[in-house]
């Protein structure tokens, strides 16, 4: 199934590529008694990371982790928000990535509730930036800072263990395939820095917002072929559909075994959790370095 609903969030991200974003001045409690409702699953799990958790009254339909956050109260869906309930939340604060339309954040803005869009996911390096922007914004800068802090720590020390290998490994992250077409992340996503933070080189990097197509695909014929795996999906399934299926199943990785399903949420939300998809990508290219 989410071979089929992924390209078309994708396509929603690409359409609103923004920059940070709040409209005029307005009156908020202060930090410990906000009210905060977060329009983006990455942003939620920034907000519990932070230790705001106690602080979100509101989330989206597909805020699902850490799993305390399904008990908030649901806004909506990603791209359809639900302006009555959040102002029925009494909310200070609204924080949302890159789908929601810019107008639902200036209406936001407009009635009261200091609306803030913050688009960092054209680099890996965007990441930290925005777990600093979202810290700032909820008054956790010194947790915003030490989570930084930690999250380069260990992409330093991955960085030191694979610097070991005497030829990188090529890798494609695929999204999405078959009839619906393909799609992956290409160079110009920020899971292009994190392959490389991984010690890996980036087959689909010449492809453009998150498609490629299938010539590209086979002409590359990467190392390693991650496939992306959510919540309820069946691994094995999806690995054995993908090696067997045309033209995939001519890959060197279809033959050799080296198509793996990576924890699909935690790749494509930014923030606190893409250090452990830079753990887990490098983990399954260079095995014998990680003990």
């Not at 200070?92 to 803030?116: H, T």
């Not at 700032?136 to 800068?141: D, F, N, W, Y």
């Not at 090529?170 to 392959?195: C, E, K, P």
């Not at 991984?198 to 496939?227: F, T």
Request: proline share 3%; glycine share 8%; with cysteine.
């Amino acid at each position: 199934m989410f071979r089929k609903i992924l390209p078309i969030v994708l396509f929603l991200i690409c359409i609103f590529p923004l920059l940070a974003q709040g409209g005029a001045e307005v009156s908020v409690r202060k930090t410990g008694d906000l009210r905060i409702v977060s329009l983006a699953p990455n942003v939620t799990e920034m907000i519990y990371a932070l230790g705001s958790g106690d602080n979100l009254v509101g989330r989206t339909d597909y805020c699902d982790y850490p799993e305390q956050a399904q008990s908030v109260q649901s806004i909506g869906t990603l791209w359809d928000p639900n302006m009555e309930t959040i102002l029925a939340l009494d909310a200070d604060i609204a924080i949302a990535s890159s789908i929601v339309d810019p107008s639902f954040i200036e209406s936001l803005n407009k009635a009261g509730i200091k609306a803030y869009q913050f688009y960092e996911e054209d680099s890996f390096e965007g990441t930290y930036t925005l777990i600093e922007k979202v810290a700032q914004v909820i008054g956790k800068q010194a947790e915003g800072e030490k989570i930084i802090s930690e999250m380069k720590a260990r992409a330093e020390e991955i960085r030191k263990i694979t610097s070991m290998v005497n030829m990188r490994r090529s890798a494609v992250f695929i999204i999405g395939y078959g009839d619906w077409g393909d799609y992956a992340a290409t160079g110009d996503t920020f899971l292009d820095g994190v392959i490389e933070a991984a010690g890996g080189v980036n087959a689909a990097k010449d492809g453009v917002a998150w498609s490629i197509s299938k010539e590209l695909l086979l002409e590359k014929n990467p190392d390693v072929i991650l496939l992306s795996g959510n919540q309820g999906s069946d691994p094995e399934e999806e690995i054995s559909i993908f090696t067997r299926l045309e033209p995939y199943n001519h890959l060197s990785a279809c033959k050799n075994g080296k198509v793996y399903v990576i924890d699909g949420d935690a790749a494509q939300r930014q923030g606190v959790r893409t250090i452990d998809t830079v753990e887990e990508i490098a983990r399954l290219l260079y095995p014998g370095l990680f003990i």
